[in-house]
């Protein structure tokens, strides 16, 4: 039998692969060397379909092997194109780790924001320039910066970091560098998520919430309360409420997989796994509706867990309604209560780590750049501090100010009774 021996050179820079086999099966050792594994078995498994014999000149030809064949020089071969698109759609076939429903995505993305533009583009030609256009025409299409970045970071770049690596038969890499690495986003306009900003806020929302369904306002009190994802505030069991520790924990979440919600028993993570503290008030309404004996703690009407769409368009719709016609501002999505909450813990002064596992975030950056926002919380100290700073300025400045006004004030009477006395001498005759 054939086999491939791996030699690399002296100074370890290189690698070769050496075919060997004996002649007939049993006769003198015979031998070929490649440089690419690939090629080294595609002529193993030739020399083995000859009976162990060096395979005759034509077959070597008639499978690329013509430059073994003495005095033969073939005519050269122009080197296949690989595609983007090609290469994007082979890069999609080695991931393991992602879900299926993960993967769709991602396709769905690459067929509907990149490859209309580089697609047909030769994998090893695109430059920095052509990825600086693409991100400038994503802009103009009105897709967020967010949005752009999300493609970018999940999809295109991580192919092209694919392609300056060796492929898994060690062939050369197609790219020596990745177009994206240091390549600034596009300048355009931040979106900012609207989030309940006071307690006020909050109160209205909750309040119509009840008002229109108490079911589904414990589960927005719930996801309020806890920072939770929607996939996994709605998939919480009563086994996940522990009352004599005061914290839910996150051991499943519902994930789409081909448009379709199912329970998924991990979260997306490793952070995803985590118990989160909950208020005692709260977690009281936990408990009522963890001895409940049902599957999930919020169920829609027909017993099971909620689907997105439908909580969305029967449930959150309505309450979003009625709390804005009461004055609440903004237009709040459910995902907002979650930004909501990591935006107050963080202007409270919670440690970062906390707020990063609270969140269920791997990296602090994610949860501070993302879901932290700007509020007006800030207002009363900012000028509490400045009003200190400046207090006696001020005070000194109001005391001239009014040195001034009573300076000017005799000034102009002096003036007045001077006029006057003026006046009656000039109207003698």
Known sequence: MATIEKRPS????????RVKWRTGGSGPWDGEQFDRNGDAKRFKALVEAHN??????????????????????????????MTFREYALAWLETLTKPSVETKRKY????????????????MDKITRRVMREWQTALLATDLSRKTIANIRGESV???????CRPGEDEEPPLRSYNPLDGLALPDGPRFERDIL????????LLTAAYEVDPEAADLILTALATGLRWGEVAALTPEAVQPHAGTVEVRQVLRKVNRQWVVDPKPKTKS???????????????????????????????????????????????????????????HITMHGLRHS????????????????????????????????????THHEPVRRIVGGFLEAGIRA?????????????????????????????AARP
């Open 10 to 17: 002296k100074d370890g820079k290189t690698i070769r692969w």
């Open 52 to 81: 162990h014999n060096r395979p005759p000149a034509e077959q070597l030809v008639e499978h690329s092997f013509g430059y073994l064949v003495p005095g033969h020089a073939p005519a050269p071969e122009e080197p296949a194109v």
């Open 107 to 122: 396709l769905e993305r690459l067929e509907k924001h990149v490859f209309p533009r580089l697609g047909d583009l030769p």
């Open 157 to 163: 770049f991580p192919i092209f970091r694919a392609s």
């Open 197 to 204: 900003e006071t307690p006020e806020d909050a109160a209205i």
């Open 272 to 330: 995803g796994y985590r118990k989160v503290p909950v208020d005692p008030r709260v977690m009281e309404m936990l408990r009522r509706r963890a001895a409940s004996g049902m599957a999930f703690l919020f169920v829609a009407p027909r017993g099971n867990h909620w689907r997105y769409e439908d909580f969305y368009e029967w449930r959150w719709v309505k309450i979003r309604k009625l709390a804005e016609s009461r004055g609440l501002r903004g």
């Open 341 to 376: 909450l990591l935006t107050l813990l963080a202007n409270e002064g919670l440690e970062l780590s906390s707020l990063t596992h609270v969140a269920g975030h791997r990296q602090v950056s994610t949860t501070m750049d993302v879901y932290v926002h700007s509020t007006r």
């Open 397 to 425: 400045g109001e005391e001239q100010r009014a040195a001034s006004a009573g300076r000017a004030a005799d000034l102009r009477g002096r003036i007045h009774r001077a006029e006057r006395q003026v006046r009656p001498a």
